[in-house]
T-cell receptor, first 112, second 116 residues
């Protein structure tokens, strides 16, 4: 079956540091890949996505590239801000974006 | 933008009682809604797909009689945890797509259930 493995947290960084949250996947087909973010007290929101190999999703300064050869979709941001503190979920779907398989989530805390 | 409202945000109940969680799409119609469950430090696990006007589709290992799902209208799905036990304590989240294929999934804020 499908599965998503992401970097365990929590992750604590100083403001303006470089961020990487690793995500790898296994899938029987050719999935779409997603990063969702959950800010404190809010529901999950789509941060970015990629639907085919070598696609790069980007949003709010975050980027992730769909790497089929390494089955990875690592999330990166060059300079994090306190407002980026949240829980980040990597996910995949083989049927459009309806049924999602999630990773465990990584809690990110940015300190001033 | 489109919003999914989930209620209650948290609930504490006694063993043996039932708890109903509501999931509403506020400004769009949702023929399908998804119910997820998350244990501490674990992934969100899909429990079931709620289908308006028909029976829900449950994932393997999820007890249908334990987790009753009703999708009575195009904007409301409910999850009832029947005869709750402490092991049912968890975080439950619903989501709904605006339309099939390539539309964003909107998530509720989740419901923290604690069974004492």
């Amino acid at each position: 079956g499908n599965s998503v493995t992401q970097m365990e947290g929590p992750v604590t960084l100083s403001e303006e540091a470089f961020l990487t949250i690793n995500c790898t996947y296994t899938a029987t087909g050719y999935p779409s890949l997603f990063w969702y973010v959950q800010y404190p007290g809010e529901g999950l929101q789509l941060l970015l996505k990629a639907t085919k190999a070598d696609d790069k999703g980007s949003n709010k300064g975050f980027e992730a590239t769909y790497r089929k050869e390494t089955t990875s979709f690592h999330l990166e941001k060059g300079s994090v801000q306190v407002s980026d503190s949240a829980v980040y979920f990597c996910a995949l779907s083989e049927f459009g974006n309806e049924k999602l398989t999630f990773g465990t989530g990584t809690r990110l805390t940015i300190i001033p | 933008g489109a919003v999914v409202s989930q209620h209650p945000s948290w609930v504490i109940c006694k063993s043996g009682t039932s708890v109903k969680i509501e999931c509403r799409s506020l400004d769009f119609q949702a023929t399908t809604m998804f119910w997820y469950r998350q244990f501490p430090k674990q992934s969100l696990m899909l429990m079931a797909t709620s289908n308006e006007g028909s029976k829900a589709t449950y994932e393997q290992g999820v007890e249908k009689d334990k987790f009753l799902i009703n999708h009575a209208s195009l904007t409301l799905s409910t999850l009832t945890v029947t005869s709750a036990h402490p092991e049912d304590s968890s975080f439950y989240i619903c989501s709904a797509p605006e339309a099939l294929n390539n539309s964003p999934l909107h998530f509720g804020n989740g419901t923290r259930l604690t069974v004492t």
